[in-house]
């Protein structure tokens, strides 16, 4: 008696929770994000398939791009998380200048040894609570096309990107959670891992 | 006589919001807020010494092998191995997908394991991704994972690499149900079987050759990076399409007013 009354109160509130729940995500995606997306996309596409360009300004392209589409210094922040509180103002300005020169120390070369990828935007839905996730596969000359998501927020009229999600697996978190064990390495100080991004990127001092 | 009323009233209404709450910590993923999201790894400094070693291993033997594998083997013959060595596995994908409730899964891995075994010459051409049936491999550890049960501690396991102990176990009963294990300890063939063994390593290997070498040159912490990868990977493998579970990005206050410049 009591379970059937247990089990009817709960199919009760599943129903009302998934009624509840489902104007939040009928809620329309925002084109303006897949523009953006297709827009960023083409010119990368572009930018590295041109093989002329000397190494040293295709490097400057790639830090270009990066700018233009991705909110670099705020993924920094996000990746350090709860860590960015304990650092000083002092650390907090080096670690964000030693996370771009590692973005685009691990990246640049991805791009710029480009060799006849593409991609198409396959879809786009509301993602949190005033993001975009743009959805893409991206088609290699050999082995089967990726799927890459690219969340997108729109702050102040423009578009950023704030994370990159590869078949499920988010950079961002990735990032996270790398820095948080160098960090837990180091006793919990934040100075381990600006000591440890400094060597990465090769910088004394 | 009025006060039982009142107090099994109370009580009914207790319970009542005891499942809401139970109810709704089952519905929603588990929020992956600021500071949470961490892998679950008690065991992480005996891990450490085993991926040093299965590192150590990868760098003397595994990879370099591989690489002659690479060099050696011309493309077409390694795609027939991988081909081969996935339509071997397959009857594993189909049972596990039947597990796990998914029909469409099923349905596709049946459907590349007859059109490869019929008109692929026995498994070594991939008719089927030309026919549009893209690989859908599924395993045990992936099947208890949609059943609802939680990874438990991260593992590395000597040669095998990252798993957690769910998956240790799954992988274990993959290992005892697989029809092709079966057959050749069957007819006293052991030899195949440790022989496919070791193709599906090198086959699996030099897929990723260029992946972890970037990881490995990218990373501070690369045991780290490979415990977060692993584990999103396979939180995505047991979603599957449905509802992913993004962590949150909240606007930081400080952010528009950064630290002095």
């Known amino acids: ?205 | 006589m009025k006060l039982v009323t009142i107090t099994r009233s109370l009580l009914r209404s207790a319970a009542a919001a005891a499942l809401a709450l139970s109810v709704a910590g089952c519905a929603t993923t588990p929020a992956t807020s600021e500071g949470e999201t961490t892998v679950n790894d008690p065991l992480e400094g005996p891990n450490r010494v085993v991926f040093a070693v299965n590192e150590a291993a990868d760098k003397v033997v595994i990879r370099p092998v591989t690489e002659v594998y690479v060099a050696v083997v011309p493309d077409p013959l390694r795609q027939a191995v991988h081909t081969f060595i996935q339509n071997l596995m397959s009857p594993l994908y189909i049972a596990n997908h039947l597990l796990q409730g998914n029909f469409e899964g099923a349905q596709l891995a049946t459907g590349r394991f007859m059109t490869n075994t019929i008109l692929g010459l026995g498994g070594i051409a991939d008719v089927a991704s030309e026919a549009g049936l893209p690989e859908k491999p599924a395993d045990f550890g992936q099947t208890l994972g949609v059943w609802g049960l939680g990874s438990g501690p991260y593992l590395v396991l000597p040669l095998l690499g990252p798993s957690n102990v769910r998956d240790a176990v799954g992988y274990g009963v993959d290992t005892l149900g697989d029809p092709f294990r079966i057959w050749t300890n069957g007819v006293g063939q052991d030899g195949l079987q440790w022989g496919r063994t070791g193709a599906s390593g090198v086959d699996r290997r030099s897929q990723v050759l260029r992946e972890i070498d970037d990881l490995r040159r990218n990373s501070i912490d690369f045991y780290a990076t490979v415990r977060s990868l692993y584990a999103q990977q396979r939180d995505a493998a047991i979603r599957g399409s449905s509802a992913p579970a993004n962590p949150e990005f909240p606007e930081f206050p400080e952010y528009n007013t950064p630290a002095k410049k």
């Open chain 1, 1 to 205: 008696m009591l379970t059937r009354r247990l089990f009817l109160v709960c199919a009760a509130l599943l129903a009302v929770s998934s009624w509840a729940v489902r104007p939040a995500a009928a809620q329309s995606a925002d084109p303006g994000a897949t523009a953006f997306i297709q827009k960023l996309g083409n010119e990368t596409v572009s930018t590295f398939a041109n093989k002329g360009l000397p190494r040293e300004q295709a490097v400057q392209r790639f830090r270009t791009l990066l700018y233009q589409g991705f909110d670099v210094p705020y993924i920094g922040r996000w990746v350090l998380g709860r860590y960015w509180n304990s650092a000083s103002p002092q650390q907090q300005n080096e670690y964000q200048k030693l996370f771009e020169q590692l973005i685009v120390k691990t990246y640049a070369d991805r791009f710029v040894d480009y060799s006849g990828e593409s991609f198409k935007i396959t879809g786009s839905r509301p993602e949190g609570e005033s993001d975009t996730m743009v959805t893409t596969q991206v088609l290699r000359p050999s082995g089967p096309p990726v799927n890459v998501d690219w969340r997108v927020r729109h702050r102040d009229g423009t578009y950023k990107i704030i994370d990159v999600v590869v078949e499920g697996v988010s950079m961002g978190v990735t990032q996270r959670q790398e820095f948080a064990s160098v960090i837990s390495q180091n006793g919990g100080q934040v100075q381990g891992l600006i000591q440890a991004l400094r060597q990465k990127v090769g910088q004394t001092g």
